[in-house]
């Protein structure tokens, strides 16, 4: 069907997007600390500033209407500050490819974990060699961080395997539920907003009022705006229209793209070893990108 066809053109459009929006993200998100900047900064301007924009958007559209309590409930949690905080604080560890490999090189193991234990969903044999050729690679590339002595490397790696697994459940729920771009900005941003600037504003350490004008700005857009109304709505329009597999797999092409963003721009150098491994996760992505499933039961 002509519709169909469209959909998923679009739908592998937007997840690829993200790829190219992410690796620079990951470059801006480690020299964040250099400005002066605090972990919780980050997540107050990643939910403020983004609320300024979403907060007419949501009032006029209403869209908690569509939504029960607990989705509300389990929607923000995920997407809210133990995960992003998870996530920036492990940027004060890893270098910036690090962020790439273990947060979007796994999500697609994530995908399959979740996807049999919770859904009864069997993966096809592509995707779990695929699957497993990406595990190999980010085992292969922690050892080698921590070989070439990059201190406390491993801290930042696990720090990034949890925002995964948060992130994984986030895309997940996108597919089940079908959630409408207006109710992801609602729990992501509006709540989360709500909850956290308080307890931002009045207990935790903040670096805003002595940072540099230029790297405030660059973080302040990036954090503010581009992850919360760009990334999230493309991640949904990409699960709900070629899945949450595919999109998964693609994604999992960041970790190439912050690693040549992070030799060129911050100049983290990469082992042959750490290039093998890069190819070897580009090759897991190649091969399961295309998801067939088995419904058990």
């Known amino acids: 069907m002509p519709g169909s066809a469209s959909s998923h053109l679009t739908g592998y459009a937007a997840a690829w997007t993200i790829v190219l929006v992410w690796s620079f993200w990951l470059i801006v998100s480690r020299v964040a600390d250099q400005s002066g900047l605090t972990v919780y900064?980050?997540?107050?301007?990643?939910y403020g500033l983004a609320a300024i924009v979403a907060l007419p958007l949501c009032l006029y559209y209403k869209p908690w209407r569509g939504l029960g309590l607990l989705q509300i409930a389990v929607l923000s949690f995920i997407l809210g500050p133990i995960y992003i905080l998870m996530v920036f604080s492990g940027f004060l560890y890893a270098p910036a490819a690090h962020g790439g490999i273990?947060?979007?090189?796994?999500?697609?193991?994530?995908?399959i974990l979740f996807g049999v234990f919770l859904f009864r969903r069997l993966p096809g044999l592509k995707q779990m060699l695929g699957?497993?050729?990406i595990l190999v690679?980010?085992?292969v590339l922690a050892w080698d961080a921590s070989a070439t002595s990059v201190q406390g490397a491993w801290i930042g790696d696990l720090l990034?395997?949890?925002?995964?697994?948060?992130?994984?459940c986030y895309m997940i729920l996108s597919e089940r539920w079908q959630l409408g771009a207006m109710?992801?900005?609602f729990c992501g941003t509006i709540v989360n907003a709500v909850l956290y600037l308080p307890?931002?504003?009045?207990?935790?350490?903040?670096?805003?009022?002595d940072a540099p004008l230029g790297p405030l700005l660059l973080q302040a857009v990036y954090q503010g705006f581009v992850p919360n109304l760009i990334g999230l709505l493309f991640i949904a329009h990409a699960s709900r229209t070629i899945g949450n597999g595919n999109t998964s797999s693609i994604l999992a092409a960041v970790p190439g793209g912050g690693a040549i963003l992070g030799a060129l721009i911050l100049g983290e150098s990469l082992s042959l070893i750490s290039i093998l491994a890069l190819a070897i996760l580009t090759v897991g992505l190649l091969i399961s990108v295309r998801r067939r499933q088995v419904q058990l039961g």
């Open 137 to 139: 690679s980010a085992v």
């Open 102 to 111: 273990f947060m979007n090189g796994v999500l697609p193991l994530f995908s």
């Open 160 to 168: 990034f395997v949890i925002g995964a697994m948060f992130f994984s």
């Open 199 to 209: 307890v931002w504003a009045l207990w935790l350490p903040s670096g805003i009022a």
């Open 131 to 133: 699957a497993l050729l």
């Open 41 to 46: 900064d980050l997540a107050a301007m990643r």
């Open 183 to 185: 109710q992801i900005i």
